[in-house]
Structures are given as C-alpha cells and as structure tokens.
C-alpha cells in the first residue's frame, strides 16, 4: 500500500508513459481529495479467490466487486467473474470450490481487469487484506498492461489492527479473519470464499467500522486512508 503522496506521484508517471488505452483512462480521474467526507466519496469494496497466497505465483480464478455510494451498498452495480487461469485451480478447490472445468469457461485476466479498471476510475477500493489481491492485480496489470497499475485501497483488516493497537487490545488468533470481525461488529453470517459474498460482506464491515468509529458521522476520507 502506499501513502497518498506516493500514490499519486506513481499515478502522474504512469500516466506520462502509459500506451495502454484503458489505463489511461483509469488515469485521467482523479483520486478524491483527503479532504472530503467519507459519504460524499464513491468506494468499491472488492474480493477475489485465487490458486494461493503468494503475489508472486497465484492466479486469479474469480472476483467481485460493489459500489458503496453515499454510505450504502448498492448491490443492483456489483459484478463477478469467473477468470480463466494459466494453470489448473490446483489444490484451492478445497478452499473455494472452483473446478478446471468451471474456470476454463471464464474470461480471461486482461478483460476482467479493463472491467475493473472502467469502474474504478476516481474511486477507492476497500479490500479485507489487501496486500494479496492488490499485489496480484498490481502483477497481471504490469502483464497485460505494462505497469502496475496503482490503486488508491483502504483495508479493513489494517482498520481494524490500528484501531486495536491505540487501544492496546489484545488480538486473538484469527480475530481479525473477515467473517470474525463481522461478528464483533454485530453483522450477519455470510458462506465465505465466494467472491462477491466477501466483496458484499467487506462493504457492510467498513461501513460498521467507520460509523462505530466516527458516530458523530464526521470522517473524512483521509481520517481512513492513512
């Protein structure tokens, strides 16, 4: 993740050297200012399943995504992919059910990814752990697209362990797990490792997050983006 200065100096040099259409696109709208209140700025909460935990390695087999608007979930917007991968799914079935059949019917990376990159213009992502999906996105972009794109991103879980540490909170083991934090802030179950599931799920978590912390409802974007 980086710092927003640093975010948006990565932002301008790509942007100068790019010849990818859709990244320069992806480009041409700004980040929102720190500035602004949290509600008048468009997020979208995004997970993905993949063959494994390591950025360097694993390929994406789905992912999902949905707009938070205004401070709400706007579920009629969401989209999820099935993506074909360069290899087999591999022992991460168990994990998220995806077979070779199934993903050998789905899109392939680089069109996904223009997708994601058309909605996210002048957004920011919320994902729960982001280091892995965004270091993943960031690695097939600079495949597909020449460079890694740079993704303006609040992590839920990094929320969280902050808000835990100024309080010198003990965590427990798995505490900080999605579906955990969902029951500690009083939300629903959800069946993890489906994507859009966890996209939605990752949605309600940072809106209870942010209003738990803020209940004057008086959050900026930079009081959450680092």
Same mark, same amino acid.
């Given at each position: ?9 990565? !932002?301008?040099?790509?942007?100068? !050297? ?10 041409? *709208? ?10 008048? =700025? ?12 390591? *950025? ?10 949905? $707009? ?12 999820? /992919? ?41 957004? =920011?992502?919320?994902v729960h752990h982001a280091p ?17 794109? $740079? ?24 505490? @900080? ?6 029951? !500690?802030?009083? @939300? ?17 978590? /940072? ?20």
């Open positions: 993740m980086f710092t927003r200065m640093r975010l948006n100096r990565r !932002r301008s040099a790509l942007a100068r !050297r790019t010849e990818a259409a859709v990244v320069r696109d992806y480009l041409a *709208v700004d980040l929102p200012a720190a500035s602004r209140h949290w509600r008048d =700025i468009a997020f979208v909460a995004l997970d993905m399943e993949t063959t494994g935990l390591d *950025v360097a390695s694993a390929e994406m087999l789905s992912i999902g995504w949905v $707009p938070v608007i205004g401070g709400r979930v706007h579920l009629g917007a969401a989209k999820t /992919f099935i993506v074909c991968p360069e290899g087999g799914v591999g022992q991460s079935a168990t994990v998220h059910g995806l077979t070779d059949t199934a993903v050998r019917a789905g899109l392939p990376a680089e069109r996904v990814l223009e997708s994601l990159l058309a909605d996210l213009a002048g957004k =920011i992502l919320i892995l999906d965004i270091g993943i996105l960031e690695r097939l972009a600079k495949l597909h697209f020449g460079a890694p794109v $740079p993704f303006g991103v609040i992590d839920t879980l990094a929320l969280e362990r902050s808000r835990l540490s100024r309080h010198d909170t003990p965590t427990a083991k798995d505490g @900080l797990r999605l579906m955990n934090l969902r029951t !500690r802030y009083h @939300l629903p179950d959800y069946r993890s490792h489906n994507c859009l599931t966890d996209a939605i799920a990752t949605a309600e978590l /940072f809106l209870a997050m942010v209003l738990t912390r803020y209940p004057a409802d008086d959050a900026t974007l930079g009081d959450l983006w680092g």
